[in-house]
């Protein structure tokens, strides 16, 4: 069972690409596709739902392309796992308590509740600017004076 499917991964990719490239204008799709090595039909769809549900923008013309409806770090990944797969559900018994029975008294459920919670709280505290190259080379920087005030 992959808990992120693969076209989540390569709607992923295809976010992080526009997230470096944010600052220089819209991506084609093509052009994203064999950067992230992504099927480019299987890029127009996924484009076309992260464009549906607001993520990102297009632009016409000779120049046109893709690129993000918000600056990188007002976009998380879980926003993007959830416009292309859903909802995330480790598992359905903690969709409600009408789809088991056993629900309320079951230990397994409160512990994949708390994995749940866990894991939509790590997904949505990562935003998009964290892959930019600007970010690397500053936390980089950071991480370079950390331990010069060690060292």
Do not use: W
């Not at 390569?10 to 596709?33: C, D, F, H």
């Not at 903690?94 to 056993?102: A, D, E, W």
């Not at 008294?105 to 930019?132: E, R």
């Not at 190259?133 to 331990?147: D, I, M, N």
């Amino acid at each position: 069972m992959d808990l992120v499917r693969r076209n989540t991964d390569y709607a992923v990719r295809l976010m992080v690409n526009l997230a470096r490239n944010y600052e220089k204008g819209p991506i084609s799709t093509k052009t994203a596709a064999i950067e992230e090595d992504v099927p480019y039909q299987l890029a127009c769809k996924l484009m076309q739902k992260l464009h549906s549900a607001k993520l990102v923008e297009s632009c016409m013309g000779p120049k046109g392309g893709f690129g993000l409806s918000r600056d990188p770090s007002k976009i998380n990944l879980l926003e993007v796992v959830e416009t292309i797969q859903g909802p995330i559900s480790i598992n359905r018994c903690v969709l409600g308590t009408n789809i088991c029975p056993r629900q309320e008294s079951c230990p397994v459920t409160v512990k994949l509740a708390k994995l749940q919670d866990h894991l939509c709280s790590y997904l949505g505290s990562i935003t998009l600017d964290v892959f930019s190259p600007t970010q690397r080379r500053k936390r980089g920087e950071k991480a370079r004076e950390l331990k010069r005030r060690k060292g």
